[in-house]
């Protein structure tokens, strides 16, 4: 599959009254056309930050320090805002966490959408518009078009904001949807929906999806590959299968261990001790060190590389050198999903 999105060396940071921080450093990744990737990882890892710099959407403190962003092949990290707007719904889209944040209270849910519609293709007629709202309603599983289109968002339930806000970011049919924490207002059985929604999206249309997620039991069944992320770096990065099954990271061994599937009756979840480290001075070494019971030495002095599994698994720990002692992963190879 060809790869729509090509990041390389990309570091983020922000300027704060307490110095700088370095909330993306140095990150490589790819999403091929047709792919769900997902991203994982603790909250303030970064994740949130890598899906606004892809669409330039910093605030005026965000600054992309270094590296590359490649949409469909050509460099956009010194895109100016004009030349963004063109890329920004014809080739990606974006859906936030919160939909009452990204819709207007005061406008009928169909002119919100008609408005994408038209953005993007001012060319068409009324009639046509329309009916492309009508039909992006119905793709989206909202019940009723007819009627829906003329309500207000604070006459929509959670699950059905979010459903009119995807249409939103389809209207333009753009090739690669980031859908950064789509779930995180909604109750269990929505969120099951919603994802399930976004996989039928990228079956019937096509589109990527770079999915930002805190569920690993729904990423389990729904991404192709994940990617797993602490202190503003890839630690670890695979299939589905490879992340949940063949985990390599103990980090990815603490998130894993922490999921319901894994508690015993008689003992507590897992939760992983420590905190995760300030951004405005990253440790020297591995920033995973303070929290990991197996680290070594030599995390504490030297950043480890990221060491090849196989040909699409890859993981930054020091226990994966050859000289490192043999460790028995605690997780690996269970049914989560």
Sequence with gaps: MKELLQIAGLSVSFDTPRGEVEAVRDVSLSVKAGEILALVGESGSGKSVLCKSIMKLLPRNGRIKAGHILANGAEITAYRERE?????GSFFSMVFQDPMTSLNPTIPIGKQIAEAIRLHTPQSKKEEIHHRVLELMRQVGIDRPELRERQYPYHLSGGMRQRCVIAIALASAPRLLIADEPTSSLDVTVQAQ???LLN????ETGTAILLVSHDLGAVAQTADRVAVMYAGKIVEIGTAEEIFHDP???YTWGLLLSLPAFARKDQ????LSGMPPTLLSPPQGDAFAPRNRYALGIDYREMPPMFRVSDTHYAATWLLDPRAPAVTPPVGGEDIG
Excluded: A, N, S, Y
Excluded at 84 to 88: D, E, T
């Design 84 to 88: 963004l707007q063109k890329l920004r």
């Design 200 to 203: 039928k999206v990228r079956r």
């Design 268 to 271: 507590p979840l897992f939760t």
């Design 194 to 196: 919603i994802l399930e």
């Design 248 to 250: 390599r990271h103990p």
